[in-house]
């Protein structure tokens, strides 16, 4: 019996679980502080200004990464599933993937925090 000893595949298959229970718990959360509406505009005001505080807004960068990272990684298993080849390829577009997602990640995180720095 051999032991599976993890790598770049399994944390691949980890984060992307976990990205995406955190994209549908947001999702879920979304659809229930939207619905707030039906009760009145002070109670989704209430729940609305709550969104404003700064650990929300480090939250949202959280989230950004999230989406990002689970959409990436998401092409990444469509291009293996479709093209069997790329199978041999996987770390170095795992790497790829993790390239493309810093390099994004950078000047969304300075857009998003910077007004938290003034």
């Known amino acids: ?5 993890g790598g770049v595949g399994q944390w691949s298959w980890v984060l992307h679980r976990v ?8 999702l ?7 619905s707030l509406i039906v009760l009145g505009a002070e109670h ?3 729940i609305i200004a709550i969104y404003r505080a700064p ?17 990436l990684n998401g092409v990444r ?7 069997v080849e790329l199978t041999r390829f996987h770390k170095l577009l795992f790497n790829i993937e ?4 810093t390099l994004t990640m950078i000047p969304v ?3 998003m925090l910077r007004p938290l720095l003034k």
């Open 109 to 111: 995180t300075w857009i």
């Open 55 to 71: 650990l929300f807004r480090v939250m949202e960068v959280g989230l950004f990464a999230s989406v990002l990272f689970h959409a």
């Open 19 to 26: 990205t995406g229970v955190g994209v549908l718990i947001f």
């Open 1 to 5: 019996m051999s032991v599976y000893r």
């Open 77 to 83: 298993i469509i291009l293996i599933d479709c093209w």
């Open 44 to 46: 989704y005001n209430a």
């Open 98 to 101: 993790m390239v493309l997602f």
């Open 28 to 34: 879920c959360l979304h659809i229930l502080d939207t």
